[in-house]
Structure formats: C-alpha cells, structure tokens
C-alpha cells in the first residue's frame, strides 16, 4: 500500500522460521539484525511465530532483539501451506502496521513472502546479502546480488510500506543473548483465513540424502583447481574426518562436478562455520562474499597471488593434491590413536 495511506508505527517484524516445533537459528540471525536495524529508527522488533501447538513459548526470542511475540497456534499449521501462512502474516501486517518486515530465504520464506507482499500490495526484495538505514531518508536499504551475482544492487522502496525482504541464512552474525522484557500475545484470528484446499496425505518426513552446510561447524569446499571431478573424492574423504560437510565453487557447480545444493557464493549458498577449508579455490569476489565470515578460512591453492588468501587464517600454498592427502593421512592417524 501507498506511504501515503500508511503511517508504518508499527517498527520491525520477522517472521519467524519454525521447524518440527521449534524456532530455528536463522530466525536469531534476523532479530539481531531487526534490532540494529529498530534501535536506528526508534522503534520495536516483533517477531510473527505461525505453529502447531507446543508447550513450551519462544521467550528465547526475547534474548536476541525481540521486544513482542505475536504467536499463532493452530493444529492446522503443523505442515506448509503457503496461501494460509501468507493470509495469516498479512492479517498481522495490516493490524501491526510495521514498517519493514523479514524473513529468511529458506523455502518456507521464499514461498510465503511473495504472495503476503501482494496481499499488502508492497514489494519484495529477495535473497537479501545487506541491510541498513539511509540516514538522511529513514528507507530501508536492501542489498543483493544481480546478474548472476556480477553486481551487488542496493534497492529502496520509497513510496511504499511495509518495505518486505527476505535475507539468505547466515549473512548475519547471532548477536550475545541480552536479558530484556517481552510479551507473548496471542492473536485471535478469523476462521477463514484457515480455510485451505491442500490435503495432507502423510506427515511422514522424508530425510534428504545431503545436510545443509549451512548448518556444519566445517565446510570443505573445491574449485577448479581439483582439474577434474573425482577430485571431489580427497574433498569429501577430509570433509568426513572432520565430521563436516562438502561446499563447491560456482564453476565446478556449473561443470555438473557437483550439484547446486554444495554451491558456497552469493548465487549459492553463505555460510559461516567454525572452519573452512578451500581447496583450489581462487577466491573471486562472488565467492568470497559466501564465506568470508566463517571464523577461521584455511585456503589451499599452488597461486601465491591467489585473492582466497587475503582473507585466510591459514595460508596453505602448494598442489592440492600432495597437500590434501597429507591432511588426510595425518588426521586418519590422529583418529586411530584416539580409537586404541
């Protein structure tokens, strides 16, 4: 709807992201960053939770830049249904009045937000890697990548509010948990905004072959310089004895080396784990803006001028393949004297 229409009292919401029951971590990612973005313009953060019921409350959410929980249970919620998840937020919305709303861009975000920003009649700024405050107009500045990830677009949505935006897991740090008060409320919502055409035919969860690295503490990831995709067979050997996950460069991804799930980049997937590992990697700027927050970057790479290394911990220079075998062998050994 029209600014002009709109007053936007009603500050920050960020809808919550909910699996099997409970609020998962990307949802923190985004209060924090609420918070910031709140305190800038002097007003609240309050976080939208659709759910089936539960006994516990997400008080937790207070710790993390929430000042209201508006918490929606309904047995009705347990599964996914797009048209009713977004019908629900937008009833919020409108009573709520907010001037920005997130979300993360999981699946779940990227399915129900586009349809609440027609309903509200705003738009959506998708796959978010930055957020700020204009200083000098208040407006919302939302950064992503264009062009295949080529160019970095900083968008505004100056006649209309909520300003929406959905922001990939991982671009935001966690902030420390601070003790602030909060309130629950439960909101009472028309029957029909319930009212949904899917049949749910089993409640049966089906485990996928690979985990998310964006949810490992240690991510190996291979380029190019593997030369060929049985490479991958030394990526994935180190990733396993490091309990960790296989991350890829975009070319290889490109290459059909590895598929597009592995893919660490801003056309791909941002992580932030305790430790990764690039093997062969250069470091192109697309690249680099997927991973440079993990805590520690240890880069491989026989380049000595290669960009991956200005922002490594640990700077490995050297042929991959008589540096990554030798980790191999020294962490194999390393586990079998644990094992005796």
Known sequence: MRRSERQGKGGVFVVAEIRNGRTHSCTYELTSKARELADG?????????LRAPAADEPRELFLYGADEVLLVEDRRLASLDALVQARIVARLIEEGDPEIVLAPATTTGRTVLPAVAAL???GLTADCTGLSIDDETGLL??????????????IKTPDHLPQM?????KT???APPQERPGHIERPLLDEALFASSVVCLSDEV???DETNIQDLDVVVSGGKGLKRPEGFALIRELARLLDGGVGASRPTVEAKWMAYPHQVGLSGKVVAPRVYIAAGISGAVQHLAGMQTAETIIAINKDPEAPIFRVADVALCGDLYDIVPR???ALD????KLHD
């Open 333 to 336: 050994r390393e586990r079998g």
């Open 165 to 169: 935006a959905t922001v990939r897991p």
């Open 172 to 174: 935001f740090a966690v």
């Open 327 to 329: 980790l191999i062998e």
């Open 141 to 154: 500045l939302q950064t992503r990548p264009a062009i295949g990830g080529n160019v970095m677009a900083t």
């Open 206 to 208: 089906v485990a996928g």
């Open 120 to 122: 509200v009649e705003t």
């Open 41 to 49: 313009r002097g007003t609240s953060v309050t976080v939208v939770a």
